[in-house]
């Protein structure tokens, strides 16, 4: 009787160790959703100069990777400024987490200087993926 209860009282502990050794969370890989610009004709997609009041136009496609996307949010920051004003802000509905695509027009301000313009969007785990352009304004 001894020498059944020794094997399987190994094979239990042997068991045991590798079903709790496996149960182990993996760890969220944190991929940032993917964000493109538009680079069709009459699309802005590079760092440009330009004149006082032009219109720009800028478009970005983002794809969900690893989380639903969450929110588009652009902004901007004149002249170097450490901090950026947000133009445009917006919170996605579920049509729309898979994918979303969005133009947006803007104005040059009449004042020579320079307009940083950052796109950032956001998934569900806070992933942030962003794009920036900078004009200079002559």
Same mark, same amino acid.
């Given at each position: 009787?001894?020498?059944?209860?020794?094997?399987?009282?190994? *094979?239990?502990?042997?068991?045991? +160790? +590798?079903?709790?050794? !496996?149960?182990?969370?993996?760890?969220?890989?944190?991929?940032?959703?993917?964000?493109?610009?538009?680079?069709?004709?009459?699309?802005?997609?590079?760092?440009?100069?330009?004149?006082? *009041?032009?219109?720009?136009?800028?478009?970005? #496609? &983002?794809?969900?990777?690893?989380?639903?996307? #969450? !929110?588009?949010? &652009?902004?901007? &920051?004149?002249?170097? &400024?450490?901090?950026?004003?947000?133009?445009?802000?917006?919170?996605?509905?579920?049509?729309?987490?898979?994918?979303?695509?969005?133009?947006?027009?803007?104005?040059?301000?009449?004042?020579?200087?320079?307009?940083?313009?950052?796109?950032?969007?956001?998934?569900?785990? *806070?992933?942030?993926?962003?794009?920036?352009?900078?004009?200079?304004?002559?």
């Amino acid at each position: 009787m001894k020498t059944i209860f020794k094997p399987l009282i190994f *094979g239990i502990i042997l068991i045991s +160790f +590798f079903g709790l050794s !496996s149960c182990r969370k993996n760890k969220d890989a944190r991929i940032p959703p993917n964000v493109v610009f538009k680079t069709d004709v009459g699309y802005t997609s590079a760092n440009a100069t330009v004149a006082q *009041g032009d219109t720009i136009l800028v478009g970005i #496609k &983002a794809t969900k990777t690893e989380d639903d996307l #969450k !929110s588009y949010n &652009a902004s901007y &920051a004149y002249d170097g &400024a450490s901090t950026t004003t947000t133009f445009y802000n917006y919170l996605l509905n579920s049509a729309e987490y898979n994918y979303y695509e969005k133009d947006l027009q803007l104005i040059m301000r009449n004042q020579a200087g320079t307009e940083k313009w950052v796109f950032s969007i956001v998934d569900r785990d *806070g992933n942030i993926t962003q794009l920036s352009l900078t004009f200079t304004v002559i």
